[in-house]
């Protein structure tokens, strides 16, 4: 195996611990305000501070915190390819997606190689930007595979600094982070680092973590237990090695078995993505890629010649990216979408409405607009402008709770000092480099789940990898339509889409009742996006079974008619005009409302709202879509009472895509309805006057 | 003065067939390579103008395809005036999906009803599994209009529309009759009342008199 030549070779001594650090830090003017807790987190960073001071100044102090800013955007196009890693792609690295850690790992290798300063402190803005996962990919050796071929890659972003583009206002936060970033060092991480590159790591066991991603441990036990023999000898390109392979794959090419009975188009489907795992495709993330599966029954020569072309012949980690690949990799926003032209009707989410809370209101005027403000494009989502001083407080609050054998962190937990705090400021939105370890928390807190039932759900996931799934087939065809503008998903059968596939057909074998539902897809994309592919699951398993996602999604739909009736009592008290709106125009809720309520408002309302609405979700349960779907009727009250309004106008407005004006505003909104204990306890009042209704049959009538 | 017309039509088909796309390329003239798959439905409107200056008022319901969302479907059939079902000139099961629409729209939905069946992504005729013949062969039997369209490159979209547009006036039932037989509001839960009596376009026949 190539020897990795980056991470593993700095010069951090094994005793590397707090003495080095420390040293590092104090050049931190924020050093001493740090908890020790907060400097659990990450020896990867550490270490890679360290590497940097080998390499230049930038480490040494010499990092002020205009540099960082000046440097952070000075080198623009950098700084969007960081973007990619770190903001994006806590996912990214923890899914196992060798284009992302090949990337990241050329990153790394930067400033070692330029010794630019604005290039460290790019890299380290990066680094800290995020807890959980970044050491999935900066850390873990697994990935060490890419860095192989890191000095030729290095070149390309050599490239990238050059044009530097008009800044942008530097959010304060970068200047926060920089200086967060020793103190977040601490080490437990070292021994990790340090643990020699297997010569191939069973791709599963990048998967058997939790979000931190960083166990060695796991990852090194399950090696053993691959039944193939060291296959990446003869499957030379070094990402193949990182693949994650479902067991039972043999080193050779076609990987699976197919199962009695199970459909020739569905074992193609199924082997088509195991095969991939282990070869991968190129370009993943920048091309479309070669459609292999739905072309399935008139694959021609030259198709199979095509589909052959596309594979990675092992000259992905080390070829020069092209001019339009960084463009891509520029356009990209903070959580890795490019910027595409939204066909949807995109409609301004007004502030205004939202400064009063829900209470009974009269009719508004009858020369309301029927239409609400539309938009031309999708505007940019900006870093939350108080996210630095959020990451801060979110640092001190919470505290590891459960670790590995490896003193890796698996889990953490809310310091009892700080519990009070945490609903507030989840509303208030976690810190996007947060998101990975406190949803982590939240999930395991509402779904009362430990450490083993979480390690028992990898297992399963890897299992079912082995089985076949009658859904494969649609599960395939929805694949490459998911958040395909993200550019861990744009690939076809790129590691994010194969990852996609792999979590949804283990999950369509978890509940038969369930089993797959179009729309659990944007739901576990966005998982991936924050999870490995095998936590990922989990997630979706405490989705189902904790925060009554299987009455979503079990047929007819139950929870959905549910939580529509719940919305329209609601409506009904408070807004008894738009109520009776809804009436005449002969609008049901349903027509609007379903896909809010089944994909969990991930096609809705722009990815950053969608996680600040998932944030509270997961803090406080299937609630919170009720009152998102109430907010945004009462924002839109006065153009649904219109004396103009009708089916057309009121469908239309409903069906839009939305654009909140104000997240804050939005999300403070729905934390004021939720707070209201009278509102809660009428909530479930309904929730269970809307069963009695379906035990008596007496269901049929009583929606809109 | 030009007669209007306002008519609610229906999309049906399997699965990633291209229904979504080809109300995309009607509505908007565009095309997206992977569009998301449709939850529930989605509701959008055109307006098609005919030579004689009719203008035929669309409210399309693009449904999902999954068979887990066919329980939602009769909701978005029932009272359609027009249902266009989507095959994929590529995947023969497709085909056989359709067949399976129709016969529950020939059972289910207004017997006045005008279906359109309608093989999409003729751009990929190299991959074809369904022939024109047999696609055509099936609709004359069934009654039914038919045409092959490519979401992708717009070829044949805007004539299946226009084609219905053309047909229904024709066909649709008359004022009281049919399309308009829902009165009342909400008359199951699962009622997306497709005609809103509220509007003033709901004799279906009758030239509006804006």
């Known amino acids: 195996m190539d020897g990795p030549s980056l991470i593993v070779v700095p010069p951090t001594p094994l005793g590397y611990h707090h003495p080095s650090l420390s040293t590092t830090a104090s050049s931190s003017p924020d050093l001493g305000r740090l908890t020790s807790s907060e400097q659990e987190r990450g020896s990867s960073e550490a270490t890679i501070f360290t590497i940097y001071s080998m390499y230049g100044d930038e480490a040494n102090g010499g990092l002020s915190l205009s540099d960082v800013r000046n440097s952070k955007y000075g080198n623009h196009t950098y700084q969007q390819s960081q973007s990619t890693n770190s903001d994006v792609c806590d996912g990214a690295s923890s899914d196992s997606n060798g284009y992302i850690s090949s990337k990241y790992a050329s990153a790394t290798e930067l400033p070692a190689r330029t010794s630019v300063i604005s290039n460290g402190s790019v890299r380290l803005s990066y680094l800290d930007d995020r807890p959980l996962s970044t050491y999935a990919s900066c850390s873990s050796p697994h990935n060490d595979p890419h860095r192989s071929s890191d000095t030729i890659r290095s070149s390309k972003f050599k490239d990238l600094s050059p044009p530097p583009p008009p800044p942008p206002p530097p959010p304060s936060s970068n200047v926060v982070r920089a200086s967060y970033i020793p103190s977040d060092a601490e080490a ?82 199924r082997n088509t993505y195991a095969e991939l795992e282990m070869t991968g495709v190129k370009g993943d993330g920048y091309v479309e890629g070669v459609e ?152 395991r807190g509402y779904s009362r789940t430990g450490q083993r039932e979480i390690n028992k759900l990898g297992e399963e996931y890897r299992e079912a990898m082995e089985k ?16 395909s503008g993200h550019i861990m998903f744009r690939t076809r059968y790129g590691s994010g889409q194969r990852s996609l596939f792999h979590v949804l057909h283990s999950f369509s074998l978890r509940c038969s009742e369930c089993g797959y539902v179009q729309g659990m897809g944007p739901i576990a994309a966005t998982l991936l996006c924050y999870f490995e592919p095998e936590r990922a699951y989990a997630c979706l398993v405490h989705l189902h079974d904790a925060y009554a996602l299987h009455t979503i999604f079990s047929p007819g739909f139950p929870g959905l008619l549910e939580a529509i009736y719940v919305q329209e009592r609601i409506t009904e008290q408070t807004m008894p005009n738009v109520y009776a709106a809804f009436k005449s125009h002969m609008i049901s809720t349903t027509s609007y409302a379903t896909k809010w309520y089944i994909t969990l408002f991930a096609n809705s309302v722009p990815f950053q709202t969608q996680l600040r609405l998932w944030d509270i979700f997961l803090l406080e349960g299937q609630d919170v879509f009720v009152a998102v779907a109430v907010a945004i009727v009462w924002v839109y009250r006065d153009n649904i009472t219109s004396g103009a309004a009708n089916f057309e106008t009121v469908l239309s407005l409903l069906s839009s895509f939305f654009v909140p004006q104000d997240e804050d505003a939005l999300l403070s909104w729905i934390g004021k309805m939720l707070g209201d204990k009278k509102m809660r306890s009428r909530m479930g009042q309904w929730r269970q006057q809307w069963k009695n209704l379906v035990a008596t049959g007496m269901d049929s009538t009583a929606l809109l | 003065m030009s007669k209007q017309f306002q008519f609610k039509l229906v999309l049906l088909g399997e699965s990633a067939v291209g229904k979504s796309s080809l109300v995309l390329r009607f509505v908007k003239d565009q095309f997206d390579d992977y569009r998301e798959s449709t939850i529930g439905a989605a509701f959008l409107t055109q307006t098609v103008t005919l030579e004689d200056q009719t203008t035929v008022k669309f409210e399309i319901w693009d449904t999902a395809g999954q068979e887990r969302y066919k329980s939602l479907a009769p909701m978005y059939y029932r009272n359609a005036n027009c249902a266009v079902v989507v095959y994929d000139i590529t995947q023969t099961t497709s085909l056989e999906k359709a067949r399976t629409w129709i016969r529950e729209l020939q059972r289910q939905a207004d017997p006045s009803i005008v279906i359109a069946l309608c093989g999409n992504k003729s751009d990929l005729s190299a991959r074809r599994q369904v022939t024109q013949e047999e696609a055509k062969k099936y609709a004359e039997e069934e009654g039914l209009m038919w045409g092959e369209t490519s979401a992708k490159s717009g070829e044949g979209v805007s004539d299946i529309f226009t084609a219905i547009a053309k047909k229904l006036p024709q066909t649709a039932a008359p004022p009281k009759a049919g399309g308009a037989a829902r009165s009342g509001a909400a008359a199951s839960r699962a009622g997306v009342d497709l005609n809103k009596q509220s509007n003033a376009l709901g004799g279906q026949n009758e030239p509006c008199n804006c």
């Open chain 1, 292 to 443: 292999r599966t739905r072309a399935r029954a008139s694959r021609s020569r030259s198709s199979i010649s095509r589909e052959e072309q596309a594979l990675d012949d092992g000259s992905e980690k080390s070829r020069e990216l092209s001019g339009k690949e960084l463009e891509t990799l520029q356009s990209l926003d903070r959580y890795g979408f490019f910027t595409v032209t939204s066909h949807d009707r995109l409609v301004l989410l007004s502030s205004l409405p939202l400064t009063k809370r829900l209470s009974p209101v009269p009719s508004g005027p009858i020369k309301a607009p029927t239409n609400a403000t539309s938009l031309p494009t999708l505007p940019p989502t900006p870093i939350p402008p108080k996210e630095a001083s959020r990451i801060a407080k979110w640092n001190r609050m919470l505290e590891p709770r459960v670790r590995d054998v490896g003193g890796n962190i698996q889990a953490w937990g809310v310091k009892a000092s700080k519990e009070n705090k945490l609903r507030e400021r989840t509303f208030k939105g976690i810190p996007d480099r947060w998101r990975s370890g406190v949803w982590d928390l939240l999930m």
């Open chain 1, 468 to 483: 076949p799934s009658t859904y494969d087939i649609q599960i395939d065809l929805d694949v490459p339509r998911t958040i």
């Open chain 1, 188 to 269: 437990p991480r070292n021994t990790f680092l340090r643990q020699p590159t297997p010569t191939h790591s069973h791709p599963s066991s990048r998967h058997s973590v939790s979000p931190n991603g960083n166990s060695p441990t796991s990852s090194f036990r399950s090696i053993p237990t691959s039944p193939r023999p060291q296959p990446s000898e003869l499957l030379s390109p070094p990402e193949t090695s990182t693949l994650p392979l479902p067991l039972g794959t043999s080193g050779s090419k076609s990987s699976l078995v197919p199962s009695e009975g199970e459909e020739v188009d569905a074992f193609f489907v």
